[in-house]
């Protein structure tokens, strides 16, 4: 099997167990989902959830936030993990936001990775979820489990972006890497994957090594004798 055949087999399969796959970051605004994923870095989304109405709340606009003292932001933010580098990043990129973008977030990768904090993970969120464009987000999970099923060879971020990108078609990509995390936190557990009635188990890579016999060691020769 090929690796476009696996990918497109893995696409079809998770499509059917997730049919309704979406980013678990919760948002009303494109704005506060570019925080949210910032604030996730490092930390969980369930996490994040719980911060970021209480963050809206003492700064209900981008406005607001952009005046804000990095200091306040911290402690709001700082359960999320890297409060300091998070607060001042999530201040200076709302005030870039007003001052070259019009208020407005975005809509390309190329803009996306000027503003503060922002890598090619979040940029691809960000044009995938809120944009509808094609977009790979290559999250732990995505990375994981990319190389575990043989998708990818390699687990750098940018690399397995683009392999995948090769193999994924471009409107099934963003909502492949949403379902990718279901099944991460499902089934395919790093700790402690399920591979006895995975749903993907004929066509991982992974299992196939596991099901091969390991080669008998070759028959030592016998030493020779002392003289």
Known sequence: MTKKERALEAV??????YPMSDCTLEYDQPYRLLIAVRLAAQCTDA???????????RFPTLESLADADPQD??????????GKTKARD????????ID???SQVPDSLEELLKLPGVGRKTANLIVGDVFGKPAIVTD?????????????ERKEPVKVEMALRKI???????NFCHRLVNFGRDVCNARSPKCEGCPLADICKKTDVEKKPAKKPAAKKAAAPAV
């Open 12 to 17: 079809r399969r998770l499509k059917e167990i």
């Open 47 to 57: 996490r994040v959830n719980q911060i970021t109405p209480i963050l809206f709340e």
């Open 73 to 82: 932001v911290e402690a709001i933010v700082r359960p999320c993990g890297l």
């Open 90 to 97: 999530i201040v200076s990129l709302c005030g870039m936001l």
């Open 100 to 102: 070259q973008y019009d």
């Open 140 to 152: 732990t999970h995505c990375i994981r489990l990319s190389y575990r099923i043989g998708l990818t």
């Open 168 to 174: 994924i078609p471009p409107e099934e990509s963003n």
